[in-house]
C-alpha cells in the first residue's frame, strides 16, 4: 500500500537543514522543502572537522556521502596531532591520533560541503528568500508557516534548523524562558583561510609533510591549522579564553589584542608566525563562542528543532556539524517509519529522547574540554605527560556508538510514544 503524502517544512538552510534533506528525500511519502532566510544558500567561515563517526552518520544519511564530501575537496587527516604552543614544554607532543584508525577525520570547506549537500536535492524543494516570522499550529494538528514575503503554507510537521539565533527554538521552548537564549561559553575565536605554499613557509615545512590537523595548546589559548580545499588552502584558527566577555559576539581583531593573547606564545614554535596569518585579511574579526547551557526539550507537538538551534557548542571537541548529521539520520530514521502525520507527535517525541541527552553530554564535555585544552586544567596545566591521559579519551564516547542499533532504539522509543 503507498503511504500518503506528510509534508514537512525544514526552516533553515545550513549544514542541518541540507543534511536534514539528504535524510528525507530517500522517502517518497516525505514531501518536504527546504526554506533559506539568505538570497542563496551559503556558509560564512572556514574549514569544518568531520570524524569518522560524523562521515558515519552522513553515511546512515546518504550512502553517497563519500562521493559527496570527496567533491567538496575534503581533505583526509592521516592524523590529529596535538602539541604544545607555550612555555618550558614548547614544541612537546601531547598525542597524536594516527595510531587509532577509528579517529582519523577529515577537514572540508564549510560552503564546499554545503554546495555539494544540496547538489542533489531536487530544486523545486529548496526555496531561498524565505524568512520565517512564524508558525501557527491549527486545530486539525497541521501546523501553519508564515513568511516574511507574507506568504503561507500549511504542514504536516515542521522543522527548526534555523541555527543558533533562530526563531523556531523560542516556539518549541517557549515554557521554558530561560533556555532560548544562548549564552558566552568563555571563549573566543578568529580565523583565516590562506593559501598552503604562504602557510607552509611561514610555519615550516616539517608541519606539512603529511596531511595532519595540528592542535597547539598553549597559556590561555589553543591553535589549530589543517589543509583544506585539496590541500590548496589551510585552515589557520586562534581561540582564547575569554578575559572580558560581553554582548557583542562578533569584535573587530587587532594585532595588539591578538598579541597580548598570545604574549607567552612568542618564544614557542608557531606564537609569532600564527599573528601574522590570522592578520593577513582585510577586515579581520574576533567571535565568542556561545551554546546553550540546557535545553529541556527539542520538540512540541509537530514542531521540532535539530543542528545549533538545538545544541549550539563550542566547537572544542569539533563535533557540531556531526551531531547535526546525527539529528538528520535519526529525524530522517523514525519520518521515513512513519505512515501518517498522526505518528510525528510520537516521532518527534523519540527524536527528543535519543538525541538530547547524547548532544547535550557533548555540549557540556567540548566547554570543558576547551579549559583543558588551553592549559586551564590544575593537575595537567600544560605539562604533556599530564595532558595526555587527561585529553585523549574525552572523544570515546563520541565516537563509541552503534549508529544501526541508535537508531533501532530511536524507534522502539517511537512505538512506545504510539501505545502511550
Ligand atoms: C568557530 C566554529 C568552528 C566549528 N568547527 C566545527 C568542526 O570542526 N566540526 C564540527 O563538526 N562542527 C564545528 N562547528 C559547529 C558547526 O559549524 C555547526 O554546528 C553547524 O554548522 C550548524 O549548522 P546549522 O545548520 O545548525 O546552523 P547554521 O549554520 O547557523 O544555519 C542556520 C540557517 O538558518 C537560516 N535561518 C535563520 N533564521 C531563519 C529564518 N527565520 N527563516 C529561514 N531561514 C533562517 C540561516 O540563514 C542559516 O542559513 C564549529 C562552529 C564554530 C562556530
Same mark, same amino acid.
Not at 542533489?120 to 491549527?138: A, F, G
Not at 539520520?329 to 538525541?355: P, S
Not at 567540548?366 to 600544560?382: F, K, P
Given at each position: 500500500?503507498?503511504?500518503?503524502?506528510?509534508?514537512?517544512?525544514?526552516?533553515?538552510?545550513?549544514?542541518?537543514?541540507?543534511?536534514?534533506?539528504?535524510?528525507?528525500?530517500?522517502?517518497?511519502?516525505?514531501?518536504?522543502?527546504?526554506?533559506?532566510?539568505?538570497?542563496?544558500?551559503?556558509?560564512?567561515?572556514?574549514?569544518?572537522?568531520?570524524?569518522?563517526?560524523?562521515?558515519?552518520?552522513?553515511? *546512515?544519511?546518504?550512502? $553517497?556521502?563519500?562521493?559527496?564530501?570527496?567533491?567538496?575537496? $575534503?581533505?583526509?587527516?592521516?592524523?590529529?596531532?596535538?602539541?604544545?604552543?607555550?612555555?618550558?614544554?614548547?614544541?612537546?607532543?601531547?598525542?597524536?591520533?594516527?595510531?587509532?584508525?577509528?579517529?582519523?577525520?577529515?577537514?572540508? *570547506?564549510?560552503?564546499?560541503?554545503?554546495?555539494?549537500?544540496?547538489?542533489?536535492?531536487?530544486?523545486?524543494?529548496?526555496?531561498?528568500?524565505?524568512?520565517?516570522?512564524?508558525?501557527?499550529?491549527?486545530?486539525?494538528?497541521?501546523?501553519?508557516?508564515?513568511?516574511? @514575503?507574507?506568504?503561507?503554507?500549511?504542514?504536516?510537521?515542521?522543522?527548526?534548523?534555523?541555527?543558533?539565533?533562530?526563531?523556531?527554538?523560542?516556539?518549541?521552548?517557549?515554557?521554558?524562558?530561560?533556555?532560548?537564549?544562548?549564552?558566552?561559553?568563555?571563549?573566543?575565536?578568529?580565523?583565516?583561510?590562506?593559501?598552503?605554499?604562504?602557510?607552509?613557509?611561514?610555519?615550516?615545512?616539517?608541519?606539512?609533510?603529511?596531511?595532519?590537523?595540528?592542535?597547539?595548546?598553549?597559556?590561555?589559548?589553543?591553535?589549530? *591549522?589543517?589543509?583544506?580545499? @585539496?590541500?590548496?588552502?589551510?585552515?589557520? $584558527?586562534?581561540?582564547?579564553?575569554?578575559?572580558?566577555?560581553?554582548?557583542?559576539?562578533?569584535?573587530?581583531?587587532?594585532?595588539?589584542?591578538?598579541?597580548?593573547?598570545?604574549?607567552?606564545?612568542?618564544?614557542?614554535?608557531?606564537?609569532?608566525?600564527?599573528?601574522?596569518?590570522?592578520?593577513?585579511?582585510?577586515?579581520?574579526?574576533?567571535?565568542?563562542?556561545?551554546?546553550?547551557?540546557?535545553?529541556?526539550?527539542?520538540?512540541?507537538?509537530?514542531?521540532?528543532?535539530?543542528?545549533?538551534?538545538? *545544541?549550539?557548542?563550542?566547537?572544542?571537541?569539533?563535533?557540531?556539524?556531526?551531531?547535526?548529521?546525527?539529528?538528520?539520520?535519526?529525524?530522517?530514521?523514525?519520518?521515513?517509519?512513519?505512515?501518517?502525520?498522526?505518528?510525528?507527535?510520537?516521532?518527534?517525541?523519540?527524536?527528543? $529522547?535519543?538525541?538530547?541527552?547524547?548532544?547535550?553530554?557533548?555540549?557540556?564535555?567540548?566547554?570543558?574540554?576547551?579549559?583543558?585544552?588551553?592549559?586551564?586544567?590544575?593537575?595537567?596545566?600544560?605539562?604533556?605527560?599530564?595532558?595526555?591521559?587527561?585529553?585523549?579519551?574525552?572523544?570515546?564516547?563520541?565516537?563509541?556508538?552503534?549508529?544501526?542499533?541508535?537508531?533501532?532504539?530511536?524507534?522502539?522509543?517511537?512505538?512506545?510514544?504510539?501505545?502511550?
Amino acid at each position: 500500500m503507498t503511504k500518503p503524502k506528510i509534508r514537512i517544512a525544514i526552516i533553515g538552510g545550513g549544514l542541518a537543514g541540507a543534511s536534514l534533506a539528504n535524510a528525507l528525500v530517500r522517502h517518497a511519502h516525505l514531501e518536504f522543502h527546504l526554506y533559506e532566510s539568505a538570497s542563496e544558500f551559503s556558509e560564512r567561515g572556514a574549514g569544518v572537522s568531520l570524524s569518522k563517526t560524523a562521515q558515519g552518520a552522513l553515511e *546512515h544519511i546518504n550512502p $553517497a556521502a563519500p562521493e559527496i564530501l570527496r567533491k567538496a575537496g $575534503a581533505v583526509a587527516q592521516k592524523s590529529s596531532r596535538n602539541m604544545i604552543g607555550s612555555g618550558p614544554h614548547a614544541g612537546a607532543v601531547v598525542f597524536d591520533l594516527i595510531a587509532d584508525p577509528k579517529r582519523l577525520g577529515l577537514t572540508v *570547506h564549510r560552503a564546499s560541503l554545503l554546495r555539494e549537500l544540496l547538489a542533489p536535492i531536487p530544486q523545486e524543494r529548496l526555496h531561498t528568500n524565505k524568512k520565517l516570522d512564524r508558525i501557527t499550529p491549527k486545530s486539525s494538528g497541521c501546523v501553519e508557516v508564515v513568511f516574511q @514575503d507574507g506568504e503561507s503554507a500549511l504542514f504536516d510537521a515542521v522543522i527548526g534548523a534555523d541555527g543558533i539565533f533562530g526563531s523556531m527554538r523560542k516556539y518549541v521552548l517557549e515554557d521554558f524562558p530561560d533556555a532560548c537564549d544562548p549564552s558566552p561559553a568563555g571563549f573566543w575565536d578568529c580565523r583565516n583561510v590562506v593559501p598552503f605554499e604562504k602557510v607552509k613557509a611561514a610555519l615550516g615545512e616539517q608541519f606539512f609533510e603529511t596531511d595532519r590537523q595540528y592542535g597547539w595548546s598553549g597559556d590561555g589559548a589553543f591553535v589549530i *591549522h589543517d589543509a583544506l580545499e @585539496d590541500r590548496t588552502m589551510v585552515q589557520c $584558527a586562534v581561540s582564547a579564553i575569554d578575559r572580558d566577555p560581553c554582548d557583542d559576539r562578533k569584535q573587530p581583531l587587532t594585532r595588539e589584542f591578538l598579541e597580548e593573547t598570545l604574549k607567552n606564545w612568542m618564544d614557542g614554535p608557531i606564537g609569532k608566525a600564527i599573528i601574522d596569518l590570522i592578520l593577513d585579511q582585510p577586515d579581520a574579526h574576533r567571535y565568542s563562542q556561545w551554546e546553550f547551557r540546557s535545553t529541556p526539550t527539542y520538540a512540541k507537538s509537530r514542531v521540532c528543532i535539530a543542528g545549533d538551534a538545538a *545544541h549550539a557548542m563550542t566547537p572544542w571537541q569539533g563535533a557540531g556539524a556531526g551531531q547535526a548529521f546525527e539529528d538528520a539520520m535519526i529525524l530522517g530514521t523514525l519520518l521515513g517509519n512513519a505512515t501518517t502525520a498522526v505518528q510525528i507527535d510520537a516521532a518527534f517525541r523519540a527524536y527528543d $529522547a535519543v538525541r538530547r541527552p547524547r548532544a547535550q553530554r557533548i555540549v557540556d564535555s567540548s566547554r570543558e574540554t576547551g579549559l583543558i585544552m588551553t592549559g586551564q586544567d590544575a593537575e595537567a596545566g600544560l605539562d604533556p605527560e599530564k595532558l595526555r591521559p587527561v585529553l585523549k579519551s574525552r572523544w570515546d564516547f563520541i565516537y563509541g556508538i552503534d549508529f544501526v542499533a541508535y537508531k533501532e532504539e530511536a524507534l522502539v522509543k517511537m512505538r512506545e510514544f504510539e501505545t502511550c
